[in-house]
């Protein structure tokens, strides 16, 4: 008799199962707990395992089941946490040796929203540090390694590093992570997962650390659409969206070329390349055309003398950073500690800008589905080459964030699908971007493109 279920079963079927009486939370729980405990013995993947707290919430979950009142179809179903959402009674590191002493009095808000619906809290995920970074790498409490090839040990991607590898691992049935420059959506994509980066002050950051509350948006990382779908209802208390009937035929899909298309490592543009021509052989029709704002916002968000992001992160953990240097890695210290020289004028400046920028983005785009992008433009290198920092460690930082910061600099909500390999075997991911607040139009689509993909 085949088993009920396996480290790959999407959450809303683990919920099904559940409900149906054919699962105990509580078996299930000790299932992802045993898999966290001998597949990740030097937590680089948890920080910590959460065990009293999930076998505790499992058996809650396990009585409401035998009784008829579970809470939704996620009642019972285990899930990873970043370390940057507060969990009562437990340290809110945020990856960091400077804040291991800062003990959650509360659970964030949508750590509480999730805990009212009856998911199960696994653990706390690794991180990068401060969430500042698109690679994953944290040498204090270690980088989860990409497990598509078994051979070099590559970046998972960041900064929801060990969120996503939780999910890819079979460790945990979904993951909550953060997004401000592509966090959720990098380490997706290189996991051959689906990454929803909400917009921006849809999900509440109460209780989350923040690194640019501007820009700052809670996401979840999951093996599909649907269980994509079933997240945001939970995160933002409202009825999911009905993925029901959706097809890819007629869908109004923009190619812009320009800098996103650019330098893309030719096993990725490969991938992308078939996955396209998916789509459009099921009906999609793409529409090549030149948005000019993409590089304009590119150019914005990483060159000129002040970005909304640094200076909020300044403004946040400057002070902290410069009395513990010793305690943070390099890269991250001076990415942010470039906050100190930025002036109040030139941050006016670049907030005009972008907001001018952003406009005629959303009129240019108005009357197609959605942009089509690379969600990264290269394969994940390996940890070795860019562990020391240095000039190779930001350059492939700034490659791996450039597509997915765009969306963040425009204020855009974003997902990203499985399109295929690279020719080490790592998952590209393709991303769909559209206007703000329109998540529930876009899991419709990606919904779509999944069916299509096959």
């Not at 698109?134 to 969120?163: K, M, Q, Y």
Request: aromatic residues 6%; hydrophobic residues 45%.
């Amino acid at each position: 008799m085949p088993a009920l279920f396996d480290e790959n079963t999407s959450a809303l079927a683990l919920g099904r199962l559940i409900g149906a009486g054919r699962l105990d939370p509580r078996d299930l729980a000790r299932f992802y707990l045993d898999r966290a405990q001998a597949l990740d013995p030097d937590r680089r993947i948890y920080i910590s395992l959460l065990e009293k707290r999930a076998l505790c919430e499992a058996g809650a979950a396990a009585e409401r089941a035998r009784n008829g009142q579970r809470r939704g179809p996620l009642d019972g179903v285990p899930v990873s946490w970043k370390d940057l959402f507060d969990l009562e009674g437990t340290a809110t590191a945020s990856g960091s040796l400077l804040r291991t002493d800062h003990i959650a009095v509360h659970d964030a808000e949508v750590v509480a929203r999730a805990t009212r619906a009856g998911l199960v809290a696994l653990g706390r995920t690794t991180m990068t540090e401060f969430a500042f970074s698109g690679l994953g790498i944290n040498p204090h409490f270690g980088t989860p390694a990409n497990p598509f090839d078994s051979h070099v040990e590559r970046v998972p991607g960041g900064s929801s590093s060990g969120a996503a590898v939780s999910v890819a691992r079979g460790l945990a049935a979904a993951a909550f992570g953060t997004d401000t420059g592509g966090s959720i959506r990098i380490p997706a994509a290189w996991n051959g997962l689906v990454g929803l980066k909400t917009t921006a002050g849809l999900v509440p950051l109460d209780g989350v650390a923040p690194l640019s509350p501007s820009l700052d948006s809670v996401g979840a990382i999951t093996r599909d659409v649907e269980d994509a779908a079933a997240f945001l209802g939970l995160m933002t208390r409202e009825k999911p969206v009905d993925l029901d009937g959706v097809s890819i035929k007629g869908a109004v899909l923009l190619l812009p070329g320009g800098r996103a298309w650019e330098d893309l490592d030719t096993s990725v543009a490969r991938a992308l390349e078939g996955a396209i021509q998916r789509l459009v052989r099921k009906g999609a029709r793409i529409v090549e055309q030149a948005l000019p704002e993409l590089d304009e916002i590119d150019d914005l968000a990483w060159t000129l003398p002040a970005t909304r992001l640094v200076s909020e992160a300044f403004a946040l953990w400057g002070d902290l950073l410069a009395a513990g240097k010793d305690k943070v890695y390099p890269p991250v210290y001076d990415r942010l500690m470039a906050g100190a020289n930025m002036k109040a004028g030139d941050l006016v400046r670049s907030d005009l800008r972008r907001a001018e920028i952003t406009r005629r983005y959303l009129a240019a785009t108005a009357g197609v589905d959605a942009v089509l992008l690379p969600a990264v433009s290269i394969g994940a290198p390996a940890i070795a080459d860019l562990a020391g920092g240095g000039p190779a460690y930001f350059q492939a930082n700034r490659k791996a964030l450039r597509n997915t910061t765009m969306g963040n600099q425009l204020g855009l909500c974003a997902i990203t699908l499985p399109a295929g390999y690279d020719t080490n075997g790592v998952p590209v991911g393709l991303m769909l971007q559209s206007a703000p607040y329109t998540e529930k139009k876009l899991l419709r689509l990606a919904r779509a493109c999944e069916l299509a993909r096959g």
